[in-house]
């Protein structure tokens, strides 16, 4: 069991840089593979980015590679999307996952969930 509670999301200007962050707690998060999924109006859910449960392992979606950093402090039970040069088309609610194992680009693989948080990028 794992509880994931997203903050950092807003307004930012195209260009711009904002940074998520995804608070966790339960036994079980230490070991888990974290993700970062996102979905805009009227479109379904895509992959952002995901980590290994030991950080040392990073995989992005082809749109935000270079420009987005998946991180993670084990320490605090956090995780980051660092996001940067931001771009209209990045506007979406953002949610950050985990699951057990290796890191998985696909949604319903995923057994935890947050809230979500709202990315606004306007020019």
């Known amino acids: 069991q794992v509880q994931l509670v997203e903050s950092g999301g807003g307004l930012a200007q195209a260009g711009g840089s904002l940074r998520l962050s995804c608070a966790a707690s339960?036994?079980?998060?230490?070991?888990?593979?974290m993700g970062w999924f996102r979905q805009a109006a009227g479109k379904e859910r895509e992959f952002v980015a995901s980590?290994?449960?030991?950080?040392?392992?990073?995989y992005y979606a082809d749109s935000v590679k270079g420009r987005f950093i998946i991180s993670r402090d084990v320490a605090k039970n956090t995780v980051y999307l660092q996001m940067s040069r931001l771009k209209l088309e990045d506007t979406a609610v953002y949610s950050c996952?985990?699951?057990?194992?290796?890191?998985?680009?696909?949604?319903?693989?995923?057994?935890?969930w947050g809230q979500g948080t709202q990315v606004t990028v306007s020019s």
């Open positions: 996952t985990a699951k057990a194992g290796w890191p998985s680009k696909v949604d319903y693989e995923y057994p935890y």
């Open positions: 339960g036994r079980t998060f230490s070991a888990s593979a």
């Open positions: 980590i290994s449960s030991s950080g040392s392992s990073t």
